[in-house]
Every structure is written in structure tokens, then in C-alpha cells.
């Protein structure tokens, strides 16, 4: 069994008792916490190594690192092959530090993105930019509902029941058209 298929049955595990749960995740956010002081105290390293030596690195399990390789994956520069590594094969740690920012506001993991580490790296507008930049990430805005008798967007001049309002397929190329204003 690959590790981090290992590591997802333990930490997601369904049937475990809730608060062995709770205490697995507040046991690994403190571990996960420390390795990334370590990391932001020198942010332009990267350290690199096999699963096995990083785990010795950091004094945590191969199972722990693995998690923790999983978690910083979409904030590295050169992605780690997660899927297919074993103790032996050789990962890195190399951050894009905007990137992990953001994810780390994105999974409102306030322990992470509030660390002391951050305010070396980044000023306090940038740290504002970035959070606000993560938040905006997910957030789908929906176009504004146009009423039956407003005036129809195209700009005939018409009410929108009169005009664009008449079929299905219409209505879905004025949604359409409004779209690519918008953007």
C-alpha cells in the first residue's frame, strides 16, 4: 500500500470514535505547525530529502510527514509525485510563498497563515492583499436577476418579456452576453 493512501485511511477514517479524531487532528495541526516555523524562519531554502529523512528531520512518523506532504503539495514549486512515494523516494519542500499564504488562509488555518514567520516574508499590506486575494478565490458571484418588465440589457429599448424574455434560448444568450461584460 502506497504511504499516503495509508496516511488518507488513518487521518479520514469514517469510522473511528469522533474524539480519537479530534485528537489525532490537534496532534498533527501542533506537528504541522512546527515544521512550518521551521520552514518561514528560512523561507528561501529548500529542503529537500527523501520521505524517511524528513520525517527524522522534523522527529515525526513517516505517516506524519506523509500528511504533511500532502497538505503543502499545491503551494510547492515542483510538485511531489504523492501518489507513488515510499519511504525512499526523494520529495521537497520548495514553497511559493504567496501561494501557501494564500492556501493556508484558503483552508482557514489561522495557526498557520498568523504565524510569527509571515511577518519577515511579507509586510502587513501584502499579508491583507493575499488573505483578501484567498477569500475572493471561492466566492461565486451570481449576475443580477433581470425583471420581466425592466428594460431588456441588449439596449433595444424593449421590455425584457417583450424582447429577450420571450423564449429559454434567448434568455440564455443574454445571460450569456451579460457574462462577458461583467468579466
Known amino acids: ?8 485511511e488513518v487521518a479520514y477514517n469514517s469510522k473511528a470514535d469522533k474524539k480519537q ?14 515544521i512550518y516555523e521551521q520552514l518561514l524562519a528560512n523561507p528561501d531554502e529548500v ?36 501518489e507513488t512515494m515510499e519511504e525512499d523516494t526523494v520529495v521537497n519542500l520548495g514553497f511559493d510563498k504567496e501561494m501557501l499564504y494564500r492556501n493556508m488562509v484558503d483552508a482557514k488555518a489561522d495557526w498557520l497563515y498568523n504565524l510569527e514567520g509571515w511577518n519577515s516574508i511579507f509586510d502587513e499590506e501584502t499579508r491583507k ?3 483578501l486575494e484567498a477569500k475572493k478565490m471561492n466566492t461565486i458571484i451570481k449576475p443580477k436577476k433581470i425583471g420581466r418588465n425592466d428594460p431588456c440589457p441588449c439596449g433595444s429599448g424593449k421590455k425584457y418579456k417583450i424582447c429577450h424574455g420571450r423564449t429559454p434560448q434567448l434568455e440564455q444568450e443574454l445571460q450569456e452576453m451579460l457574462a462577458g461584460q461583467e468579466e
Not at 1 to 8: N, S, Y
Not at 55 to 68: C, L, R, S, W
Request: no cysteine.
Open 47 to 82: 529542503v529537500s530529502g527523501t520521505v524517511k529523512e524528513l520525517a527524522e528531520k522534523y522527529e515525526i512518523p513517516v505517516q506524519t510527514m506523509v500528511g504533511f506532504l500532502d497538505g503543502i503539495n499545491d503551494s510547492l514549486k515542483e510538485k511531489n509525485p504523492l
Open 21 to 34: 479524531m479530534q485528537q489525532f487532528w490537534q496532534d498533527y495541526f501542533l506537528v504541522e505547525k512546527g
Open 129 to 131: 492583499k493575499l488573505y
Open 1 to 8: 500500500m502506497a504511504l499516503l493512501e495509508a496516511w488518507r
